[in-house]
């Protein structure tokens, strides 16, 4: 028997909204492939990207290809591996803010869960900008997308910060998602602070016999924090321009 902890997951479809984005191509899809060559996902599997860019299963790889190797640096890369994992990656061109599109993405799924001999459970990742939050789950309710198909099926759909733009409207989008999916059925989730280094802050002060004596307010003046970037806005104006670096990085980031 398999011990919990490196127990695989559900044979499952991860769909992707805002699959040619930046934080697909940045972090998403270099982690998954992380997961693949640790042998880390589920054995029958599939990535579905869906966005409004025109691109074909074969030109979204290869764009998922350059992402990849960016993202890994100096590591070393098994083109044996790369080349394995791009085959479980498909792309679905479709306009997220018309419900009459989610058809294409209703057929595309089907015939992927026949292709790949996938079950019926699915996770929607919404990988794009805060608006869509609310679009995007009304959509897959109107089409039927938001309930499994199958008794021993499911629906998941991860939300990425920022949340809202206030405890208000953190409230009420709550309150929508909650109509569409189950609690259980529903991810709020910060890429940042899944970070290793930022879950083991507390460790790093509280265990350590050097440190926690004196980490306190009898020996600590002040506290500054930085944040070092080289990356740039790049061509994330858009973005920015809505959400703001105060709630894009301070918030959480730097917090």
């Known amino acids: 028997m398999e011990d919990w902890k490196t127990k695989r997951a559900d044979d499952q479809l ?13 972090k998403l899809l270099p982690a998954l492939f992380e997961l693949f060559i640790g042998d880390m996902l589920p054995e029958h599997f599939a990535i579905l990207g869906a966005a409004r860019t025109a691109f074909t299963d074969d030109e979204f790889r290869t764009e998922q290809r350059k992402h990849i190797l960016e993202a890994r640096g100096d590591k070393e890369t098994n083109s044996e591996d790369l080349d394995k994992f791009l085959r479980i990656l498909f792309y679905q061109a479709f306009d997220s803010t018309d419900s009459a599109e989610y058809v294409k993405l209703k057929d595309r799924i089907h015939l992927l869960q026949q292709q790949e001999s996938l079950s019926d459970r699915i996770i929607y990742y919404l990988a794009t900008p805060p608006l869509m939050y609310e679009l995007v789950p009304k959509y897959l309710q109107e089409n039927g997308l938001n309930t499994a198909e199958t008794a021993e099926g499911w629906r998941r759909v991860i939300v990425e910060k920022p949340f809202g ?4 409207t953190a409230q009420q989008l709550n309150k929508h998602l909650c109509r569409i999916f189950d609690e259980k059925e529903i991810y709020r989730i910060d890429h940042y602070l899944g970070k290793e280094t930022v879950q083991n802050i507390l460790v790093l002060r509280f265990s350590n016999g050097i440190f926690e004596p004196l980490w306190n307010r009898n020996y600590v003046d002040s506290v500054e924090i930085s944040a070092s970037e080289t990356l740039g806005v790049e061509n994330r104006g858009k973005y920015y321009d809505g959400v703001g670096a105060l709630r894009d990085m301070i918030q959480n980031h730097l917090m």
């Open 14 to 26: 991860l769909v992707i909204f805002g699959a040619s984005g930046d934080l697909t191509g940045r």
């Open 165 to 168: 733009t206030s405890l208000e």
